[in-house]
């Protein structure tokens, strides 16, 4: 299930920095993100939010490398480390994680959890409230999410002061990429901002001052997998088997682990009877833009790029089977999806997709 659009690429992720006075307002079917409060840009994946042509938000190819990059590698190997503090990092099968331990520090001592490197990271748990006094001053914390096949979204409520700015990179352990930058536009702001990672994934996320400051900042964390009961479904191989005639509830979040693993298509086979027949996509999230590609069971592709007129908007299209036998529709995203951004959580991160197949 690799990013192709069946028969393109997606480009390497590329930098973005939005401004405070960008806001996307977006028509019907638009992914209406408010992103006022916050920017984010990164290197090294093939997914990253820009504005589109319609008030969307798609990756952009060949982007340029975050300057901050070898600051947030920070010379340390992107193996794993043994620090225990800050509780457990583990998100349930499905639904919300939110763990128990909260790491907490001051102005007054900045350097009580002893996370300045990548090497001393510790776990985010439930969040931390921290004290970076300048962009020399880093705090290391690491994210872990379970081995349960499904992509998890992981969410920071950021609440700065007047006497704090920080900078947040994002760093995945696999290979060591750039994920992307997580920005405040200015002092004082309260922003929530969003990464999305695979299974069975260690994220880092290197906290450092962005300019000098005087008071702390709290990041409240939390973890929510996909809820899909047909993960892990990403390729023809490990296709979920489904009936014709019934509705099919899943999701679309794009499973980070590395530059090259990032697979987001569901793929999906159906036994059918020779003739015409209708795939009818009865729901979609506002922020979505689903296409669908239609096989049979020697590869060859019968139906492709089908997909609505816009973000969140329904569609139905027919095909014909030859003969009898097993189908498989991929569901792909038309558009590239954000890996980190700041603004309003999308609709697809809570609401599925569904379609069926007469």
Sequence with gaps: MKFDHFERRSAVLGSLALSAACALAVSSGGC?????????????????????????????PGGASNGNAGATNNGQSAA??????????????????????????????????????????????????????????SDWFYVDTPSDGRAHVIKLDISETDGSWVDIFVIADKDGSDMGRIHPSQRGLKLSSFVTVGPGTRTYFQVEGFTNNTDTTTIDLSVTAEIDEHEPNNDRASATQIKPGTEVSAQLVLPYVSQTD?????????????????????????DLF?????????????????????????????????????????????????????????????????????
């Design 32 to 60: 209406q993100l408010q992103l006022s409060d916050g920017s984010d840009s990164g290197s090294g994946g093939k997914h990253s939010a820009t504005v589109a042509e319609n008030g969307g938000v798609r990756a952009t």
């Design 290 to 358: 689903p296409a669908i590609q239609v096989s049979d069971s020697a590869d060859t592709v019968l139906s492709t790029h089908n997909h609505g007129a816009n973000r969140g908007a329904k569609f139905s299209f027919k095909f014909t089977a030859d003969e009898a036998g097993v189908y498989y529709f991929s569901v792909d995203s038309w558009v590239d999806l954000s890996l980190v951004y700041s603004g309003t959580e999308a609709a697809s991160y809570s609401e599925p997709y569904k379609f069926q197949i007469d």
């Design 262 to 286: 990032q697979q987001i298509q569901d793929v999906y086979k159906v036994q059918l009877a020779a003739g015409e027949h209708t795939f009818q996509m009865t729901a979609v999230p506002s």
């Design 80 to 137: 794993g480390n043994s620090a225990t503090e800050g509780g457990s990092g583990d998100a349930g099968q499905s639904g919300s994680s939110s763990p128990t331990s909260t790491n907490h520090e001051d102005c007054g001592d900045p350097d009580r959890i002893a996370n300045d490197d990548r090497q001393h990271a510790v776990n985010f748990g439930s969040g931390a409230t921290l004290c970076v006094t300048d962009d020399q001053d």
